[in-house]
């Protein structure tokens, strides 16, 4: 299936909502908890021993490693980040389609 590049995003969001953004973080982050409206992990792309500084907005999907700066505005960049591939290859992920050669960023 041929997806234009803002509809793969769309249907990714989607994707997300369906399955709940609390159980979509888990899922990629398995050994966190909630506090108030934050989801609080271990970053597992560094050493990190302590809850605390890796926190996810369970209501708006904005992210952030207070330790690193590292940061994202939803869901799908943080999969991005933590998988190590672009916003565009995560969304087609996410909805489970392959990836356009002419979408994808250089």
Known sequence: MTYHKQNI???A????TS????NFIR????N??????????LNPLRIDKKLGSFRINTITGKWAD???N???GDLIALYAYLKGVSNYEAACAI?????SNKNRRG
Do not use: C, M, Y
Request: net charge negative; aromatic share 8%; no cysteine.
């Open 9 to 11: 995003f769309d249907d």
């Open 13 to 16: 969001h989607r994707v997300i």
């Open 19 to 22: 399955i709940g953004k609390l």
């Open 27 to 30: 899922n990629l982050l398995p």
């Open 32 to 41: 966190g908890r909630v506090e108030a409206s934050e989801f609080v992990a």
């Open 66 to 68: 207070f330790a690193t």
């Open 70 to 72: 590292d940061r994202g």
């Open 95 to 99: 909805v489970d389609v392959q990836p």
